[in-house]
């Protein structure tokens, strides 16, 4: 079994999306450790990239923060091994196939195994384009996660069977960010998953408020929010894991 199923196992599972370095990596490890004491029951560490073409304006700043910071993906995986020393909960890495495959596939997905990374998303991966990673991801035990958009379609059931870890529902079309109001069929394309996969699926994307979150979970397995964790690292800068933690815990409230 997936490491990552375990976030699931009791009840609707919260996941908690941190960009690396915003503003330093003091902070993200503070923010991380209260997220998961506050009930993240999984984490998605954000590798920045230069040019992150499924992030909106709050998570692009919290990239080139982290950029500007001096921020590298070596500094990042020696970063995580000293996180994995008292942080057990799922990790997985959220980042772009460029920046993998300008490392080096194998190298980098061997590095995930080593850290103890349980699972890599790559929003700009086309699921036929998947096989370039894929096969090496097999060999060192770390899941290929798949996402599912509301413009999937007939897609939807071909990339729930071949899913690993969860399934990550695109709530909206666009970029992430925060929004009033999800109008998307998501309990539609859920029901197209689970006839297909006994593999959890979460969904994030827009999902900011515990209203938001309790609808989203009532649906699915699990909620991933980013960019209003993101916002408060924006606002607070050092400070900001007090109020990440009483963040988490509300969002978690709501979907107990």
Same mark, same amino acid.
């Given at each position: ?79 995580? +091994? ?6 057990? *909960? ?7 196939? #460029? ?13 995930? +195994? ?24 097999? +060999? ?28 990550? *529902? *695109?709530?909206?079309?666009? *970029? ?19 006839? #297909? ?60």
């Amino acid at each position: 079994m997936s490491n990552i199923q375990k976030a699931f196992e009791d009840g609707k599972a919260f996941i908690a999306f941190i960009t690396c370095g915003d503003p330093d990596l003091k902070t993200t490890s503070a923010a991380i450790r209260a997220a998961v004491e506050n009930g993240a029951d999984l984490i998605e560490l954000g590798i920045p990239f230069s040019d992150p073409t499924a992030e909106g304006p709050v998570i692009q700043g919290a990239n080139l923060r982290a950029l500007s910071g001096g921020i590298t993906t070596d500094i990042i995986f020696e970063f995580v +091994r000293e996180l994995r020393k008292d942080v057990g *909960v799922p990790i997985v890495f959220m980042t772009y196939a #460029n920046v993998v495959f300008s490392y080096g596939a194998e190298k980098f997905i061997a590095a995930c +195994r080593d850290i103890g990374i349980d699972g890599l998303i790559l929003p700009d991966l086309p699921f036929e384009e998947k096989e370039e990673f894929l096969p090496v991801c097999q +060999r060192y035990g770390v899941d290929l996660i798949s996402l599912i958009a509301p413009t999937s379609n007939d897609r939807i059931a071909m990339i729930a069977k071949e899913a690993e870890g969860f399934i990550y *529902v *695109v709530s909206s079309l666009g *970029v992430t960010g925060m929004r009033s109001e999800i109008k998307t069929d998501l309990e539609s394309i859920v029901k197209v998953v689970k006839e #297909n996969t006994n593999i959890p699926c979460a969904i994030g994307f827009g999902i900011s408020t515990p209203e938001q979150a309790k609808k989203m979970s009532d649906i699915s397995d699990g909620v991933i929010v980013g960019s209003a964790i993101i916002k408060l690292l924006e606002q607070y800068g050092n400070h900001a894991p007090e109020f990440i933690g009483k963040y988490v815990k509300s969002m978690k409230d709501a979907i107990r």
